[in-house]
């Protein structure tokens, strides 16, 4: 936990309410997120029990596995959820637009719109990847074939899976992650996983404080559990009993029809809660304005479904079931660069992100008190414009002389620290050399050289291009690593 959360939760204790820790959404919301609440049967690995799924609060479509042991129900299960998140994702295969690219020598598109998933929380994400890990693979001709529906429904939801690990990605959101990166409660990291109590303490009832809030969510007769698992207690004393109806009344018959509605009624009320809850915490989220970077990393997630998919529409193989060498260390290259270019542009997006860069003396605000913008460097082979401007800040300050540094308000532009000097009452003077975002003359564009009396914020972090690592092809691997394998000359 960083310093400036940790007194995030600790004001949030002493106000008896969640303290925000950031001023911008740092995640898109889509205008209709497909809402999907999972329950799991206890004692089965990844048995899907009911699903609340549906578009907008008034559209809450249930489905239920009345004997999830049961290998066809559980098919059945994933046809019924395919006839409601196919026809959603190809809803958004509509409209696409031409994207400029290898500096405008050539044209690609993609869609307008990307398809957007939330389940209450992480352990919602592994139901869905493991759901497409045991359907994308399915025949649908064969021995125990299945419709063509569960086979595609599963290489989509092993997509939304894989977008879900991409730092910054917004195709597939847990809520209570997305709640916490915005808001630090009074209660623990693991606490906060229980969408219920961390609901209690962001908008805690009135005449409740946030910790009164979360231990009524902690009663499961009160705030059943926000899935996939179930409660014990409501295991015990009311499911089994009603699966138990519904095995024990003959197929066709009436007793059976009733038995499935009553296990029907229970699991509504189950999931209803946790489904309210969900479009509570979609309604908080949309109240903050989005950060200036949000919609950028939608585009990548709209390059990504694009993607994926004209794979499926050209026959494309599933999705593997595990990467190899090359493959995996390619990917976890990806994800690395997200995370980093991720943790910059959040920073950039919102000041209380960057001031736990500034309590480690990776960044500063200060105020332009000179500014010299019509400075000319002409010790090189030709003269180049090289402004310098003077800051006084009270942060600390612990960079060197020489230090690159870039502005979230001119992001374009380059600084170089050349000096740092210690000042009366706290503070400090630095001296800052300025390139690049100016023009091409000698003359910097108006606006383009901070004036005295600005505030600004200078850091180390850039969110300049990171180019992509090379990795060999499969084939220049040795046999270990997926290569072709030795022969018995080699190994001689």
């Given amino acids: 936990m960083s310093t400036l959360r940790a007194l995030a939760a600790a004001q949030a204790v002493a106000a008896g309410v969640a303290q925000p820790v950031a001023t911008v959404r740092h995640l898109h919301l889509s205008r209709r997120p497909l809402v999907l609440v ?26 239920v596995v009345p004997q999830p042991r049961n290998r066809e129900h559980r098919l059945a299960f994933a046809a019924e959820l395919a006839a409601t998140v196919l026809p959603y994702v190809d809803a958004h295969r509509g409209a696409n637009e031409a994207v400029s690219v290898d500096r405008g020598r050539d044209v690609r598109y993609r869609y307008l719109d990307a398809p957007q998933l939330l389940v209450p929380n992480p352990a919602g994400v592994t139901f869905l990847r493991l759901l497409g890990r045991s359907t994308r693979f399915r025949r649908v ?24 690990e991409h730092p910054g990605s917004s195709a597939l959101v847990a809520l209570t992650q997305a709640l916490s990166l915005h808001w630090a409660t009074g209660q623990s990291a693991v606490e906060d996983l229980h969408l219920p109590a961390l609901l ?27 899935g996939p698992a179930t409660d014990p207690g409501f295991d015990n004393d009311r499911l089994a009993p009603a699966m138990s109806a ?52 939608w585009d990548g997630d709209r390059d990504a ?57 990776e960044a500063f605000v200060g105020e332009v008190v000179l500014a010299d913008p019509t400075r000319v460097d002409d010790t ?31 992001p374009a532009q380059k600084a170089r620290v050349v000096f740092v000097t210690p000042a009366a009452d706290g503070k400090t003077e630095v001296v800052l050399e300025l390139s690049g975002g100016m023009g091409r003359g000698l003359t910097a564009s108006p ?20 180019p992509s690592g090379s990795f060999p092809a499969v084939e220049q691997t040795p046999w270990t690593h997926g290569g072709p394998p030795t022969t018995g000359e080699e190994v001689a």
């Fill in 38 to 63: 999972p329950l799991t049967l206890a004692g089965e690995a990844n048995a899907p029990l009911a699903a609340l799924v549906g578009a907008a609060p008034g559209e809450a479509r249930l489905l």
């Fill in 141 to 164: 001709d064969g021995d125990h074939p299945v419709p063509p529906q569960v086979p595609l429904l599963g290489r989509w939801l092993t997509f939304f899976a894989e977008r879900a």
């Fill in 200 to 226: 209690g303490w962001i908008a805690p009832p009135a005449g409740l404080t946030g910790a009164q809030a979360a231990a009524r969510a902690e009663d499961p007769a009160r705030c059943p559990p926000a």
């Fill in 246 to 297: 519904y095995a024990d009344a003959d197929p066709d018959s009436e007793a059976r029809a009733q038995a499935y509605a009553q296990l029907a009624a229970l699991l509504r009320e189950q999931l209803t809660p946790t489904w309210e809850l969900m479009w509570r915490g979609v309604g908080l989220l949309r109240a903050l304005p989005p950060g200036a970077r949000v919609a950028g990393r």
């Fill in 305 to 361: 479904f694009t993607g994926y998919a004209e794979h499926v529409d050209a026959d494309g193989m599933p999705q593997p079931r595990r990467d190899g060498a090359v493959a995996a260390a390619a990917r976890l290259h990806r994800l690395e660069r997200a995370a980093q270019s991720y943790a910059v542009q959040r920073a950039y997006d919102d000041p209380l992100v960057m001031a736990e860069y500034r309590l480690t003396g």
């Fill in 380 to 410: 090189g082979r030709r003269p180049v414009l090289r402004p310098r401007i003077q800051l006084v800040t009270t942060d600390p300050v612990l960079l060197t002389v020489g230090a690159g540094l870039s502005s979230p308000a001119r």
């Fill in 447 to 466: 606006g383009s050289v901070p004036e005295v009396g600005e505030r600004l914020c200078y850091t180390t972090l850039s969110d300049a291009y990171l």
